[in-house]
C-alpha cells in the first residue's frame, strides 16, 4: 500500500491518499483531471465570488447573487413532489424573505429561531414575496471569513464547499514543496514572490488587486520558462546541418498566375524571408503574425508549395476540427486546377479510412495533410 502523503508530503501523491478523499472522491476528482495533490494545486478557478459585501433586501434584483446577514424569524414546511421540506423565515434591517429547502431537512436544526448567520444565494419573488432556494450559509458565531471565494468547475459528486476545502488543505500541506524553478535574481528583481504564494493568492485572495497581481506573477514565470525552452530549441536547431533540395519556384508562380489579386508589399517580403530560410541547413523557425484577412494563409500556402516542389510533405495543425475543415475547403479550392494533393485527417473517420488515409501519408501519396493536433500522434508517419 503506497505510504500516506501526510507522512512525508509529495506534490506526486495520489489523490486518493490525501487526507479527506478516498477511493470515492478521488475517482470523481479524477474526471476533473486532478490524480495528484499537485494537479489540484494548478487546478485554478474559473470565477470568483466577492462576499466582502453585505446587502440589504430592499437593494437586491431578482436575478442577483448576494451575501445577506440574517435573522432567523420562524419555521414552516411546503410541499414539492409529494414531499414535504421546511421554508424558514428570515429577515435583515429592511424586510423579510423564505428560504426554500428542498431535500434539506437539517436546516432547521442548524438554523433555529433566533440564529443569526450569513447567506449568499440568488434573490428571487415567490407568488411576489422575496425567497431564496439556491443559497449558502456561514453561522455567525463561527466567524465566517466574507471574502473573495474561488469558483471551481465542477463534476457529479463534488461541490464548491467541498473543492473550497480540500484545495485549502492541500495549499496548506502542499504548497512550500513546489520548486522554484525560476532564477531567484529575477524574482527578487521583479518582485514576482515564491510560486507557493502566488498559487494560494490565485484560490484565495485577499482581493482583487493581489489576485491582479499574483496571476501576472505567475503568468510571467510561466511565460519565462517558455521562452528558455524557446531559446535552447532555436540554440539547437543551429547546430543541425541537412542537405536542402533545391526548388525553382514553379508550382509558386503556376499558383500566382491563378488567382485574382497580387501579393502584398509586406507578403512578399516574408515570403522572401522565408524561402530564404528554406534554403539554409538549419531548420525554420518562423512566426507570422498579421491581422484577420491580412494574407497569412496565402503566404503559408505559397511556402507549401516551395516545399512540395522540393518533393517534401507539409503539414498545416488547426486548433479545432471546424477551422481544420476550413483550411481544407479553402486550399481545396485554391490549388483546384493544380496538382497538389491534399486530404483532410479527420476524427469524424471510421477506423478502416482512417488507416487507409494514414497509409497513403505514409507512402507519399499524398502532398498536404491538414488535421487538429491528431496530426502528431505516433500513428502519423510522413
Given at each position: 500500500?503506497?505510504?500516506?502523503?501526510?507522512?512525508?508530503?509529495?506534490?506526486?501523491?495520489?489523490?486518493?491518499?490525501?487526507?479527506?478523499?478516498?477511493?470515492?472522491?478521488?475517482?470523481?476528482?479524477?474526471?476533473?483531471?486532478?490524480?495528484?495533490?499537485?494537479?489540484?494545486?494548478?487546478?485554478?478557478?474559473?470565477?470568483?465570488?466577492?462576499?466582502?459585501?453585505?446587502?440589504?433586501?430592499?437593494?437586491?434584483?431578482?436575478?442577483?447573487?448576494?451575501?445577506?446577514?440574517?435573522?432567523?424569524?420562524?419555521?414552516?414546511?411546503?410541499?414539492?413532489?409529494?414531499?414535504?421540506?421546511?421554508?424558514?423565515?428570515?429577515?435583515?434591517?429592511?424586510?423579510?424573505?423564505?428560504?426554500?429547502?428542498?431535500?434539506?431537512?437539517?436546516?432547521?436544526?442548524?438554523?433555529?429561531?433566533?440564529?443569526?448567520?450569513?447567506?449568499?444565494?440568488?434573490?428571487?419573488?415567490?407568488?411576489?414575496?422575496?425567497?431564496?432556494?439556491?443559497?449558502?450559509?456561514?453561522?455567525?458565531?463561527?466567524?465566517?471569513?466574507?471574502?473573495?471565494?474561488?469558483?471551481?468547475?465542477?463534476?457529479?459528486?463534488?461541490s464548491q464547499k467541498?473543492?473550497?476545502?480540500?484545495?485549502?488543505?492541500?495549499?496548506?500541506?502542499?504548497?512550500?514543496?513546489?520548486?522554484?524553478?525560476?532564477?531567484?535574481?529575477?524574482?527578487?528583481?521583479?518582485?514576482?514572490?515564491?510560486?507557493?504564494?502566488?498559487?494560494?493568492?490565485?484560490?484565495?485572495?485577499?482581493?482583487?488587486?493581489?489576485?491582479?497581481?499574483?496571476?501576472?506573477?505567475?503568468?510571467?514565470?510561466?511565460?519565462?520558462?517558455?521562452?528558455?525552452?524557446?531559446?535552447?530549441?532555436?540554440?539547437?536547431?543551429?547546430?543541425?546541418?541537412?542537405?536542402?533540395?533545391?526548388?525553382?519556384?514553379?508550382?509558386?508562380?503556376?499558383?500566382?498566375?491563378?488567382?485574382?489579386?497580387?501579393?502584398?508589399?509586406?507578403?512578399?517580403?516574408?515570403?522572401?524571408?522565408?524561402?530564404?530560410?528554406?534554403?539554409?541547413?538549419?531548420?525554420?523557425?518562423?512566426?507570422?503574425?498579421?491581422?484577420?484577412?491580412?494574407?497569412?494563409t496565402v503566404v503559408?500556402?505559397?511556402?507549401?508549395?516551395d516545399v512540395i516542389?522540393?518533393?517534401?510533405?507539409?503539414?498545416?495543425?488547426?486548433?479545432?476540427?471546424?477551422?481544420?475543415?476550413?483550411?481544407?475547403?479553402?486550399?481545396?479550392?485554391?490549388?483546384?486546377?493544380?496538382?497538389?494533393?491534399?486530404?483532410?485527417?479527420?476524427?469524424?473517420?471510421?477506423?478502416?479510412?482512417?488507416?487507409?488515409?494514414?497509409?497513403?501519408?505514409?507512402?507519399?501519396?499524398?502532398?498536404?495533410?491538414?488535421?487538429?493536433?491528431?496530426?502528431?500522434?505516433?500513428?502519423?508517419?510522413?
Amino acid at each position: 500500500m503506497p505510504m500516506l502523503p501526510d507522512s512525508n508530503p509529495d506534490l506526486n501523491d495520489d489523490i486518493q491518499y490525501v487526507k479527506g478523499v478516498g477511493p470515492s472522491l478521488s475517482l470523481k476528482l479524477n474526471n476533473l483531471g486532478i490524480y495528484t495533490a499537485g494537479d489540484l494545486l494548478y487546478y485554478f478557478p474559473r470565477a470568483y465570488e466577492d462576499r466582502r459585501t453585505l446587502k440589504l433586501l430592499r437593494n437586491v434584483k431578482e436575478g442577483e447573487r448576494a451575501t445577506f446577514r440574517f435573522k432567523v424569524i420562524e419555521h414552516s414546511t411546503f410541499y414539492f413532489k409529494g414531499k414535504i421540506h421546511p421554508k424558514i423565515k428570515v429577515s435583515d434591517d429592511s424586510g423579510s424573505a423564505w428560504l426554500y429547502c428542498f431535500n434539506r431537512k437539517f436546516l432547521t436544526d442548524i438554523l433555529k429561531v433566533g440564529k443569526i448567520f450569513y447567506l449568499t444565494g440568488i434573490f428571487m419573488r415567490k407568488y411576489k414575496i422575496p425567497a431564496f432556494s439556491q443559497f449558502d450559509y456561514d453561522l455567525d458565531e463561527t466567524a465566517p471569513e466574507l471574502r473573495i471565494l474561488p469558483i471551481y468547475r465542477l463534476t457529479a459528486g463534488v461541490s464548491q464547499k467541498m473543492l473550497r476545502k480540500l484545495t485549502q488543505y492541500v495549499i496548506e500541506r502542499y504548497s512550500t514543496f513546489i520548486e522554484e524553478d525560476t532564477p531567484e535574481f529575477i524574482t527578487r528583481g521583479y518582485k514576482l514572490g515564491r510560486k507557493g504564494e502566488l498559487i494560494k493568492e490565485i484560490h484565495f485572495p485577499e482581493d482583487m488587486h493581489s489576485l491582479r497581481r499574483a496571476k501576472e506573477a505567475f503568468s510571467y514565470q510561466e511565460f519565462f520558462k517558455y521562452q528558455i525552452l524557446a531559446a535552447l530549441t532555436r540554440n539547437r536547431n543551429k547546430k543541425i546541418k541537412k542537405v536542402r533540395k533545391t526548388f525553382s519556384g514553379k508550382l509558386k508562380k503556376d499558383f500566382l498566375s491563378r488567382i485574382r489579386f497580387e501579393l502584398t508589399n509586406a507578403q512578399k517580403r516574408v515570403l522572401k524571408e522565408i524561402e530564404e530560410d528554406l534554403h539554409e541547413q538549419r531548420p525554420m523557425n518562423r512566426l507570422i503574425q498579421g491581422d484577420v484577412g491580412s494574407g497569412k494563409t496565402v503566404v503559408a500556402l505559397i511556402a507549401l508549395l516551395d516545399v512540395i516542389e522540393a518533393g517534401g510533405q507539409a503539414a498545416i495543425m488547426a486548433p479545432t476540427e471546424i477551422l481544420a475543415e476550413q483550411h481544407y475547403q479553402t486550399l481545396s479550392h485554391l490549388l483546384e486546377d493544380s496538382k497538389v494533393r491534399i486530404t483532410l485527417l479527420s476524427s469524424s473517420l471510421k477506423p478502416k479510412e482512417r488507416k487507409a488515409q494514414l497509409e497513403i501519408i505514409k507512402k507519399g501519396k499524398v502532398d498536404v495533410v491538414i488535421g487538429t493536433h491528431a496530426l502528431i500522434q505516433k500513428a502519423v508517419t510522413f
